[in-house]
């Protein structure tokens, strides 16, 4: 059984050639900036191991957790809106593309906002992950901010076989 309370930080990795070199698996989380994926990554850990901030756009490189000496949880920054700007958005979406060839990649946490549409980001990733046969669980966050109405048309969605709704209020 894995032990998720035995997790700690690695490394802040700007690429995939700066990942950690001992071939564990790797579970990344993905979605927009802003979603909850720093907030998932802490609430499965039972601690502030990965930043989490209101402001969109913090997270900029691959933020690996080493969870019970087993496998990484990889924090991915956001995309769509970042503070960056569209220099960065580049930068990201040619990470990613990289990211999605690791060897070690067993699977994605593609994270939704249950209470927003997916936009064409969010479905051409998704659409994405699903060519390259990419195992993806897709989690709605921010169910703590959504009513029920919005809760439903979420789980309702036709994204992947496993959906689950995610509260911050839950941590």
């Given at each position: 059984m894995i032990d998720?309370?035995?997790?700690?930080?690695?490394?802040?990795?700007?690429?995939?050639?700066?990942?950690?070199?001992?071939?564990?698996?790797?579970l990344v989380f993905v979605g927009r900036s802003?979603?909850?994926?720093?907030?998932?990554?802490?609430?499965?850990?039972?601690?502030?191991?990965?930043?989490?901030?209101?402001?969109?756009?913090?997270?900029?490189?691959?933020?690996?957790?080493?969870?019970?000496?087993?496998?990484?949880?990889?924090?991915?920054?956001?995309?769509?809106?970042?503070?960056?700007?569209?220099?960065?958005?580049?930068?990201?979406?040619?990470?990613?593309?990289?990211?999605?060839?690791?060897?070690?990649?067993?699977?994605c946490v593609f994270l939704l906002d249950c209470r927003l549409e997916p936009n064409a980001d969010d479905l051409l990733l998704l659409s994405y992950l699903q060519k390259e046969s990419i195992p993806t669980l897709v989690v709605f966050s921010k169910a703590d901010k959504a009513n029920q109405s919005e809760k439903q048309k979420a789980l309702s969605r036709p994204y992947g076989d496993e959906r689950i709704l995610f509260s911050q209020e839950d941590n």
């Open positions: 998720f309370r035995k997790a700690r930080y690695i490394i802040s990795a700007p690429s995939l050639d700066y990942r950690p070199k001992d071939k564990l698996p790797e802003n979603v909850g994926k720093s907030s998932l990554i802490n609430a499965l850990t039972g601690q502030k191991l990965a930043y989490s901030s209101k402001r969109a756009g913090k997270t900029r490189y691959l933020n690996y957790f080493l969870i019970d000496d087993a496998f990484y949880l990889v924090d991915s920054p956001g995309y769509g809106y970042t503070h960056y700007g569209s220099k960065e958005d580049d930068a990201f979406g040619k990470m990613m593309e990289r990211y999605f060839e690791n060897p070690a990649l067993v699977g």
